[in-house]
C-alpha cells in the first residue's frame, strides 16, 4: 500500500515453540526457526519496500578473526517497522512482531530495510533471498531483507540462543497472519 507507506504480505503462522532465527521466511525454507511464512517471494517483499520510497543498504555479516575474537558489521538500510495482524474469534489484533518473541530485550529491537544481496550460483545471477527464504532476519545470516539493527550472529558457539517464541501471545501454529512492513513514523 504506497500511500500509507507499508507492505502487506499474507502468511501463516509457522513456529509457535523453541528458539527462533526468523520472523518471516519464504515457503520451504526456514519454518522450523520462523515464526511466521509467508507467501510471497522475498524479491517482491524488497521490491514492495521500494515502491513505499524506503532505500535498502547491505545485510550485516559476522567472522571470527584469525586472533579468536568475533568482527561484527551490522546491516545498513532504511528504519523498517515490522507488525503482525490476525483475527481470531472475532477480534482483529495489530502488534509489533517483537511482542511475539521472548529475549528481545537482550536485543535492539530496531529494523533495518537491509535488502539481501545477488550472487551467482550455478552460473546464474538470483537474488539470496528467494533461495534461502530470509526475509525477516532476528539472527544475522548476512542475506536478510529485513534485519535486525545488531548483528547477531547464527551460531551458538559465538552467541547463545536467547530468542524464543512466546507461545501464550500468537496464535497457533498454521493460523493466517499479515506481516505488515513500513516506514517509520
Given at each position: 500500500?504506497p ?13 509457535t515453540?523453541?528458539?527462533l532465527e ?65 483475527s ?7 502488534v ?25 550460483w ?33 551460531r ?12 501464550d ?17
Amino acid at each position: 500500500m504506497p500511500a500509507e507507506r507499508r507492505v502487506e504480505v499474507q502468511g501463516r503462522v509457522a513456529c509457535t515453540r523453541g528458539f527462533l532465527e526468523q520472523v518471516a521466511c519464504g515457503r520451504g525454507s526456514r519454518e522450523h526457526e520462523s515464526l511466521l511464512v509467508i507467501e510471497a517471494p522475498a524479491s517482491v517483499v524488497h521490491a514492495g519496500l521500494l515502491a513505499i520510497g524506503l532505500r535498502s543498504g547491505h545485510p550485516g555479516r559476522w567472522f571470527n578473526l584469525p586472533d579468536g575474537r568475533v568482527q561484527l558489521e551490522p546491516p545498513e538500510g532504511d528504519e523498517v517497522t515490522v507488525r503482525v495482524r490476525w483475527s481470531l474469534g472475532g477480534l482483529e489484533q495489530e502488534v509489533p512482531v517483537q511482542a511475539w518473541v521472548r529475549g528481545m530485550a537482550a536485543v535492539d529491537a530496531r529494523w533495518v530495510f537491509a535488502g539481501s544481496r545477488f550472487g551467482t550460483w550455478n552460473g546464474v545471477e538470483s537474488y539470496a533471498a528467494d533461495g534461502s527464504g530470509s526475509v525477516v532476519g532476528l539472527v544475522t545470516f548476512g542475506d536478510e531483507v529485513v534485519a535486525l539493527h545488531q548483528v547477531v550472529p547464527d551460531r551458538a558457539s559465538v552467541r547463545a540462543p536467547v530468542l524464543r517464541a512466546d507461545t501464550d501471545a500468537m496464535p497457533p501454529e498454521g493460523h493466517p497472519v499479515t506481516l505488515i512492513l513500513g516506514t517509520k513514523p
